[in-house]
């Protein structure tokens, strides 16, 4: 049983121990990296050894906040987790380190993985936030790498300060950031402006897919393992395209199917008129309100059958298509 | 010949008239709206008449933050511009209000309004934020309405808070409309998160005109006015899609060539390497270094035979081609 503590406290065990070992989570990305380095440049402020470990390996566009990295060799005394809701999510390190994590760091509402103590803060947008304010309470002072790691993590899990979940608290770790030296505008082209020519091939595949059902009330993308190989896409990068098409104006419930072996991944994402995780529940999956994701088998005829029915019975439901 | 003022003369100016007409430029976007709304309302908070013109209707997605506008009548005794670099801008209203402005309020770089006052400041990233100077100064405290409308300036102008312009000070104003009740979750949806059906078809067409050329170093992309008409988009919505191919990996040099009467407006965006307003003089256009643009005559063929060279040549002296 996890116990749970708060900013000082994670502190205290900081200050406590040396030889950190840092976990990032698998497909790693902005949140996670930008939190685990700069805790690992925080501690290493303090005069401790620490390292930061990934099960994949961490991909050329976050270079910009880790530069080179050679991890140091030692044995970990201590292990902490950054932004892993789930022991899953551990990747190829879980043998090695389940059930071994002295603090878990995360602000994801359902995390479940049960390290000795648990800093774990729904209201934040980003893990990288709570990082800032350990940093801060550890008294060391935001140099241009630390400002810049949490400003990834920030920047990258708010889609740029857009979603909902900002609050005038985070921009004004943002602006704290910038002016500790954070590259805010390489930072942003980097992670926001630049995209591959074989995803910008795949954004093309993917709107000549597109298609429309009940009046334009739903849309629907769909991803063949075909195209994804071809183009050598790979898994991650397809994570924005579940959300494109409930960008449409008009949109209540937006679907995007990724081929997988012997069906479909569903994502679903909806306005509020519509409840994702209720409409995933019926195929046996889940998730939140305005996005959520199941696996149906079969193949692409046979999700149709079952799926869009699915999709008009909730519309209906919502008011939004006559009885 | 215009007389430079500072914030606090600004506001000395405005709290000495009444019946402020303020206005805003043509194809108004959200820092002119933005900016002519919160103007107006700290106006109307300090007893004033006050009322927002636009040459053009104001577009649908604003209303998030004018809600249903009607304004009042009365014969202006004193006229403001927002966000409005040049006459030209003022579009219908030019002949009306042409030399008789009172205070220019802007911050590009080129602003030739020869107001009798100017407030032009280029350092900060939207009009926005001069007017949040100028609320603030007022001794306006911001309400719902105005902190929206400020909030709606500094997002739209920046990307989102996405581009280098941004300062830590924008993120704190952000921060401070958030809590005086801006609904920045749902401006960002509105202005970020949703495009019409129509702009996704264009979207789709654009993409299948993508040509890459120089092993990848440049890429174009084509709209025709057969495109625009029959998809029914407008001028004005298309300005995103210039940025479309200098987002591209590996790209210096994004063209989007757009057809006009009897020619092609051609659009240039440049990285670091290469300067676009140079390459859009030579065919009697200019801009920015990143950012430039010019119009060529002739059809396809004649401005690709023109265009291409120009561009290899660029590419070859800022040595990134073999000479």
Redesign the interface.
Known sequence: MSKTINIPGACRLLREHDDVLILAHQKPDGDTLGSAFALMWALEALGKRARVECSDPLPENYRVITGEYAPIAFTPRFVVSVDIANPDLLGRLRESWEGKIDLCIDHHQRNTMDAAHSLIDPTVPATAELVYQIVTELGVSFDTRIAGAIFMGLATDT??????????????I???M??AGAR???I??IM??????AL?EM??LI??T?E?HFG?LCAMVIITREATGRLGVVDHELDGVS?LPR????VEVGLALREIEGGWRVSVRTRESIDSSALCATFGGGGHKAAGGCTIHGDEQAVRKLLLPAVEDALRNAGLLPQ
């Open positions: 889609g740029c300060f857009r979603y909902a979940s900002v609050t005038a608290g985070t921009h004004r943002a602006a704290e910038i002016e805010h505008g390489e942003n082209r926001f402006d630049t995209r591959s020519r910008i954004d093309k709107l000549n597109l429309y334009g959300a960008r449409i104006q008009g």
